[in-house]
């Protein structure tokens, strides 16, 4: 189940499987909330789309106050569309500088996980009995190269995670009603047995409408985490431009939008503003 729900003036969707936790904080935030002008209005978290530098630095404090994020504690990523993931244990430093990475996890409490999207999806990772978080950036590249088999692997490599105990959630992606991809893409999802199940042929010759969100959710199901485990937002980025960007429907020119989890010490700190979320 999910639901929108207002953090200050940002608007975001919530797994309630998730915030049921009570030791964590998540958002797949929306457009909805910062101070972006168009085409990258509002709430753009883009570093390389072309929005002024001033207006992404707002967003982002907007951001960590908002989700009482403590300073130089929101991770982020120079997203390469790869399969690399990194690993925050409570020994090793924080980054200073972007990692190129696609896949971020950690066991600290206190440090959020982002990742940016404009129709690629956003994957969180929850292991519920080891309080360990993981979040993942899966476009198409990333989703056939099986970023998200690979995070269930690392988490049970670096912090013993039994994929029983995890649970997963796919947040707001292009859908396979608008997500037309060719052949040379297509082929890239050859070698998966499952693939007829989240592709299928458009009218015109070449072309499949491809469901991003069904692939990754049968790769996560392929790598041990029980399908009940496993939520899907099943909202369109590139339907809903009014509270999402997608690169897709706006020709390219786009901003970005953040999803975010983190650990948190004191339990969850959500202060929902809303008089009552609406779930979808
Ligand atoms: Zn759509």
Redo the contacts with the bound molecule.
């Keep these: 189940m999910f639901g929108f729900a207002l953090m200050g003036a940002i608007e975001y969707l919530e797994s309630g499987e998730l915030s049921a936790l009570g030791f964590l904080t998540h958002a797949f935030c929306t457009r909805r909330g910062g101070v972006s002008r168009a085409p990258y209005d509002g709430l753009n978290v883009g570093d390389l789309v072309g929005d002024r530098e001033e207006d992404l630095l707002r967003n982002l404090n907007l951001v960590k106050d908002a989700f009482a994020i403590p300073d130089g504690r929101l991770i982020l990523m120079r997203q390469v569309h790869g399969d690399r993931i990194h690993v925050i244990d409570e020994e090793g430093p924080l980054p200073e500088r972007l990692l190129e990475c696609d896949g971020l996890t950690t066991d600290r409490t206190g440090v959020a996980l982002g990742i940016r999207t404009a129709d690629c999806v956003p994957l969180f990772f929850v292991d519920r009995t080891r309080r360990v978080i993981g979040a993942a950036h899966s476009g198409w590249r990333g989703t056939a190269l099986g970023i998200a088999a690979r995070m269930v692997a690392t988490l049970a490599e670096r912090f013993s995670s039994r994929p029983e105990d995890l649970l997963a959630v796919i947040g707001p992606a292009?859908?396979?009603?608008?997500?037309e991809v060719d052949a040379p893409v297509l082929a890239a999802f050859s070698a998966m047995p499952d693939a007829g199940l989240f592709s299928r042929p458009c009218l015109q010759k070449d072309r499949w409408m491809l469901d991003l969100a069904l692939a990754n959710r049968l790769q996560i199901r392929e790598a041990g985490v029980p399908s009940e485990n496993i939520f899907s937002a099943g909202l369109?980025?590139?339907?809903?431009q009014d509270l999402f960007f997608s690169h897709r429907?706006a020709g390219g020119r786009a901003g970005r939008q953040i999803s975010l989890i983190m650990l948190s010490e004191g339990g969850c700190i959500k202060k929902c503003l809303t008089s009552g979320n609406s779930w979808v």
């Excluded at 292009?174 to 997500?179: D, F, T």
């Excluded at 369109?236 to 809903?240: D, G, I, L, S």
Aim: hydrophobic content about 25%; proline content about 8%.
């Design positions: 292009i859908g396979p009603c608008c997500y369109c980025t590139a339907c809903r429907a």
